[in-house]
Structure formats: structure tokens, C-alpha cells
């Protein structure tokens, strides 16, 4: 149960009796009141703003409204005391009995504990990694591919229809690129000295895998070919290596798409001119010159009339070209086809996981959904900064196979997938992401992953040790759930189950928002808590987890050990983190 929207249900129905009463007015609207924790933690456990809120339609002082609604929650079983602060915030603190309570729900509900329903079955397409074809993925990619796996996980857990999706950008300028360089890799093959790799091709040495495939399919026969017939055939071999790559890279961290859409299908299906008639239907398109682009002189700049989509009408700065000089589409065009696309297979909210050069992409492909749905579709746009790696504060510069930077691969091989996934959403994905390679294996407090997970393997210590030392308790989840959890009184275990109980409101909050890396703060806060009480446990006897002479206070820390470890445990399932046992 999330605590917040159990609150203001019972606010809820304090206003209907109140209602009734003839205290306050009927049919209050409080869709816009919200329970939310204190910004400091001495205000209590839990504030409102409901006499702000609701005193204009009241028609009172909202400390007066305040003085109101806090007589009646005094008297309620689940509050221990409440104050007025400001002008009209209600901070309340809740009682023992109700975070027990809430401890029994983590016990019942067990790793589901914090699913919900909150996304009412919205269909969500999330497209994230879509890295050209033209290498293998670097660690970059895999930050973008983290944040949109675990962000499809958390949406799938709150009650949304999620389509997990890669676009392949198998058609355009740098195709032909990849073509010749495979093309360069398949003489090298044959034997012919290359020479340096010349200026504007790959240089990566992955491509020549892909010149050995084609010089074994076709021999010598691709030499005697005008480049017209043979760059389709080394583009094809080199887009089928590359996303075979791909594909197994994904597998490495964990992570398997739904759908593989391909920029060369949408083109040769049509789908561009049909998105682009539905635009011409709305009045969207038009014929027009542009001005110069900023910084530019007079002698730069060529004025000519265009096909040009009204972004400006939607919110962009610029109305965007369609078409190019040669009458072709633009990249554009083609993104607004894909767009639509998956807005016609059923989703309705879109969310793109970019990277860090795509940030002039926002605002023009946010104006083109809206334009191309009427308004149907919405698109959110996750802008992943860069990741700074690092081996013992020295900066990494580059992989020796890839030529130019290093691949998501050696680093998933050097430290591990789990450690991969849950490192990349520890910080926002718009803040540059430093990841060091010897750090993030490190068994201290500022290793993150570790931290969780040894506050994990420390819950399950403690289940084993408790079944060595007390044979004849039941320390199953089932006996467990039914457990007197009175004896939990001490402060430190409050705390420990507070936090444990505002998982549902994170994993709804974090979902809403489109933030997965709210779990991994979560998460660390979950591990502080336990660490802290574990460590009050030895400077205090009467604080210890298993008490041999004391079965119920035994069995009720038991509980919360636990509920601990079934959180942690629910945290890294959405983080597809596996939850570690021991720590060896």
C-alpha cells in the first residue's frame, strides 16, 4: 500500500463526514492535496497540504481549515501527534502500530510488494540504444541501454503495456560508410596491402571479421563488381555482423528487446509518405525559405524553397525541412514516419532514450508527434549525458578493437552485468556519469552496488544464523508473516521500516516521472537503515537480531530482516540486478 495515498484517502473521507456534518461544504475537490514526507525529517513523518489547498473553496484562513482537519486526525488510530507549521502545512507523526502494520504487508505481498496498477494499462513504447550499425556499442550506449531496460521494467510493474524497441539506422550516409570500409576490410582479406585506413571510413578492427565473411562468400567476385553492385552486399553483410553484435552485447547485460524496427523497412514501405500526407492533411507542410542559420554570413548562405514542416506551430524554434536538395527525404522525415509508426501500432505515450548529441532533437520530434497524432500521442525524450570511465581516476581512452573508444563489452567483462546496471543509474540521466572501473568493485561504503548488496547477503546471514542457533522457530516467509511485530518499538527499527514502507510511492513516483534512477537512491537508503541497525545491534546487546532467550522478539526482527531483504530483493529485480545471497 502506498502510506501517502492511504492518507489522503482517510482525508477523503474525514472531508465526506465533515460534508455531512455541516463542519465544511459538500463535495470538496481534493485532486490537488498531497501527503508527501517533511523536507526535514523533525517534522515528523508525513505533511499535507490540504488547508492550503482546500481553504479558497472552504472559504477560510488555511491555518484556520488547518486547526479543523488537525483535530481530526489527532484522533485517529494511525497518528501519534500533528502540528500546524507555516501557513497551514499539517505535519503529523504516525504511531508504531501503523508501520508495523505496514511491515506485514511487505511479508504478505513478498518481491511484488510495491506493484501496482497506477499506469491503468497505458501502452507505452520505450525505444532505447537505436546505435547506428556501424560498430559495436561503448559504454555510453550501454548507460542509454540500462536507463531504458530498467525504466520498461518499472513501467511493466506499475500496471503499463511496455513495448521494449531498437531502431536500426540502416539506411543513410553512414551505411554507405560502413559499405566501403567493409568493402576496404574484405581487400585486406584477399591479401592486398590497405595501407592506412583513409580519412572518413571506420577504422575499428571489428570490421575485420566482416571482410574475412565476405571475402569467404564471394571469393574475388566483389573485385570485379562497380561499386554500385557490390557496396549493397557489403553494406547487407556488414549491417548483419554488426547487429548480430548488437544483439549479443544486449544479451551480455541483460536485456532483450520486444521489436527490432529497421529505418530501411519504414522507407521502403511507404511509411514516410504516409506520415508526412498525414501532416499535409492537417495544414502542417508548406513551401518555404528559411532563415540563415545563426553565424552565418551572407556568402554561406544559399536561400532556396523548401518542403518544411510548421514546427514552430508546436513549439520548436524553427520550422524543419523534409526534403533535401536532391529531392530525397531527410533523416527528419523518416524519424516522424518511425514515430508514427509506433503511435499506429498502439502506443500512445513514446519514450525516446537518446544520447548526449541529441539534444537538439527534443523539441522538433516532440513537435512532430504532436502534429502527426493530433495530439494523441505524447513523447517524452531522456537525454543520457556522457560516462567519464576511468581505471583508478585515469581516464580510459580507447578500446584497441574498436579503435576509438571502448566498448560496452570490455567493460561488462571487466566488472560484471550486475555491477554495470546498477552503477549507470546512480546518478540522473542528464548528469555525466564518472565510472571508474576499480571503484565500482571495490567492498566499501562508496561502492554503491556493493553496499546493497552486502546489506542483502547480511539479511540472509542473519535467517541462517537464527535457524542454527534456534532450531524450533519457524523462519519461513509464511510463519514470519503471521509474527507478533509489537516488540518493534526501538527508533532504529521505526526508521528501518519507514523506509521500507515508502517503496510503493517510489516505485509509482519513479514510474510517473520516467526516473529509474530514483531506485538506486532508494536502494542505498534501504542498505543505510539495515546497516545502521545491524551496527547498533553490536554496540548494544539488547538491539541484536536473534535473542535466544526472547522467541517473540526474536521472530518479530526476524520479520523485519526479512521484509529488508524482499525489498532489496524487489529493487534489483526491476534493476535486473541479481539479489546476492552471500558476498564471497
Known sequence: MNNFDYLKSELESVLGWLGEDGGLPKDLDASRVTFELPREASHGDVATNAAMVLSKQVGMAPRDLAQILLTEFEAHDAVRSAEIAGPGFINMRLTDAFWQARLAEVLAAGETYGHSGVGGGATVNVEYVSANPTGPLHAAHGRGAVVGDVLASLLAATGHKVTREYYVNDAGAQVDVLGRSAY???????????????EGLYPGAYLKDVGQALAAEHGESLKAMDQSEWLPVTKNTAIDMMMA????????????????????????????????????????????????????TPDDWEPREQTLFRATAFGDDVDRPLKKSDGSYTYFASDIAYHYDKFTRGSDTLIDVLGADHGGYVKRMQAAVTAVTDGKGRLDIKICQLVKLMKAGVPI????????????????DQVGRDVVRFIMLTRKNDAT??????KVTEESRDNPVWYVQYANARTHSVIRQAAEAMPDLETSDAALGKVDLSPLTDPAEIELIRVLAGWPGMVAGAALAHEPHRLAYYLN????????????????PELRFIREDEAVLTTARLALVRATSLVIAAGLGIFGVRAREELR
Open 184 to 198: 576496404l576490410r574484405y581487400l585486406e582479406a584477399l591479401g592486398e596491402d590497405i595501407g592506412e585506413i583513409p
Open 245 to 296: 553484435e548488437v544483439r549479443e552485447d544486449l544479451t551480455a547485460l541483460g536485456i532483450e528487446m520486444d521489436v527490432f524496427s529497421s529505418e530501411r523497412a519504414i522507407v521502403a514501405e511507404g511509411k514516410v509518405e504516409a506520415a508526412l500526407a498525414v501532416l499535409e492533411a492537417g495544414g502542417h507542410i508548406y513551401q518555404g525559405v528559411l532563415e540563415p542559420p545563426k553565424g552565418k
Open 397 to 412: 581512452k580507447m578500446s584497441k578493437r574498436a579503435g576509438t573508444f571502448v566498448t560496452l563489452r570490455d567493460v561488462i
Open 433 to 438: 556519469l564518472d565510472f571508474d572501473l576499480e
Open 525 to 540: 537508503d534501504v542498505a543505510g537503515a539495515f546497516h545502521g541497525l545491524w551496527n547498533k545491534g553490536k554496540e548494544s
